[in-house]
């Protein structure tokens, strides 16, 4: 198949390039805003594809291996598709302490997924987080943005259950 230039050329779309340049013009150059970036087209997307990834590179003038080594340090950008809402459960010590396993366990039976996976509805992805900063408040997690901290099974229970009543 004959591929045209345009098929060659990773790109971003009108709204991705103004809210990304919005983001350089405070910048004091444009890799400053890689994390951004990324948030941004993954706010459109849903996660980052090495297209995506690509497109981006690009725009900001540095090579795909560079940002994508950002994307990966930084966990909560997403190189692989998700779900609707990813729900992040912290995996580091005081969470772990403070019950991770058996929230893991009960959250994982809820939706019928291990961690990693994404649920057949395409609802939820379910992947462990490292230190979200929350420590004072273990164990934490979060759905989609929302931070739930303090949470237990009863906890778990109640979110599932305001999230079904969101959805219907
Ligand atoms: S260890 Fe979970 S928020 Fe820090």
New binding site residues.
Partial sequence: MHMNETQLIPMLSDIELDEINAEIAHAPYPQAVAIDALKIVQAHRGWISDESLNAIARHLNMSPAELDGIATFYNLIFRRPVGERVILL?N????WIKGYEQLQQQISERLGVSLGETTKDNQYTFLPVT?????DK???MMVGDDLYENITSETVTQIFRTQQEIDA
């Fill in positions: 912290c580091s010590v005081t969470c230190c979200l900063g929350a420590c273990a164990p934490v």
